[in-house]
Structure formats: C-alpha cells, structure tokens
C-alpha cells in the first residue's frame, strides 16, 4: 500500500537560504513549436514563490483567508537566456534578497541543470483586502531575515 503522503503535490526543498521546486514543461506549456510559452515562467515562479513560503513556516492561504491580507507582485523584471522545451525537468530557484516592512525583494531563476533559462527580479507587497500596503507579521519578517542571514555574502549562481 502507497502511503498517503505520496499523493500530495511537490512542495520542494530548502537549499541553505534558497528554495528549489521541480517542474516538469507539459504540452499544454508550450506553443506550436515545442518552446515555452512566455508568460508560462511567470506561473511557475509563483508556484515556486508559494512553496518557499510553505516550506519556511508561513501560512499565506491562512492569512488571507483571515481578512489579514496577502502578497501581490507590485514589481517584475524578467531576463529570457534560453528556451525551455516539452518534456524538460526544470527548477525554479526562489531567494529572499531583501525585507522591508510591507514588502520582499525576491530573486527567482528557472534552470534545465545548470543552464540559467530565465531570471526574474522582484518585489512581493504585503496588501490587506483592501489593496493598501500593511506591515508584515512580525514572526514572518523574522523568518525571512534568517535565511537572508543564512545567505549572507552569496549571490545565486548563473
């Protein structure tokens, strides 16, 4: 018998101060020629994004389902270095960079080995359910700087 946990979707892993979440480039990924749709990176940063907060201990569904607010992108820069293809086993790569009161500065990268495919560089506000900026919970900032702290010194690798 298979246990019950084998069932549940992959949430990644914390490497040092940065997480790591598989993905595997499915059909429906891709646009007539094989590649990549574009906007597809993007899902799969915030799927990576979501994890890294699961695994470091916040509950971010919890809080917004509390009234309490949740994050959205307030900014983005992307850089495509190469195309990812049908089929291909992938990683997206999520680091904390920087905390401020409302708001993270992440960096996220998506790989095929050690082949960089796309970088991405950008800003997570914490918004109430009313779009305003809020602080973010104290336990959490605490959190983020400790892997910030745990990553001190290092950048991501290229």
């Given at each position: 018998?298979?246990?019950?946990s084998?069932d549940?979707?992959p949430?990644?892993?914390?490497d040092?101060?940065e997480?790591?979440?598989?993905?595997?480039?499915?059909?429906?990924?891709?646009?007539?020629?094989?590649?990549?749709?574009?906007?597809n990176?993007?899902?799969?940063m915030?799927?990576?994004?979501?994890?890294?907060l699961?695994?470091?201990?916040?509950?971010?569904?919890?809080?917004?389902?509390?009234?309490?607010?949740?994050?959205?992108?307030a900014?983005?820069?992307?850089?495509?270095?190469?195309?990812?293809?049908?089929?291909?086993?992938?990683?997206?790569?999520?680091?904390?960079?920087?905390v401020?009161?409302?708001?993270?500065?992440?960096?996220?990268?998506?790989?095929?080995?050690?082949?960089?495919?796309?970088e991405?560089?950008?800003?997570?506000?914490?918004?109430?359910?009313?779009?305003?900026?809020?602080?973010?919970?104290?336990?959490?900032?605490?959190?983020?700087?400790?892997?910030?702290?745990?990553?001190?010194?290092?950048?991501?690798?290229q």
């Amino acid at each position: 018998m298979i246990a019950p946990s084998a069932d549940l979707p992959p949430e990644g892993r914390l490497d040092g101060a940065e997480h790591h979440f598989p993905v595997r480039v499915y059909y429906e990924d891709t646009d007539l020629s094989g590649v990549v749709y574009h906007a597809n990176y993007l899902r799969w940063m915030e799927r990576g994004r979501t994890e890294m907060l699961r695994c470091v201990g916040i509950d971010h569904a919890g809080s917004v389902a509390a009234g309490e607010g949740g994050y959205a992108i307030a900014e983005v820069t992307l850089r495509y270095r190469a195309p990812a293809r049908l089929d291909e086993a992938l990683v997206v790569t999520t680091g904390v960079r920087q905390v401020r009161a409302a708001s993270l500065v992440i960096q996220q990268r998506v790989s095929r080995n050690a082949v960089v495919l796309v970088e991405a560089d950008l800003v997570a506000a914490l918004v109430a359910p009313d779009g305003r900026p809020r602080r973010q919970p104290r336990a959490w900032l605490d959190r983020y700087r400790a892997l910030i702290t745990e990553h001190a010194g290092r950048e991501l690798p290229q």
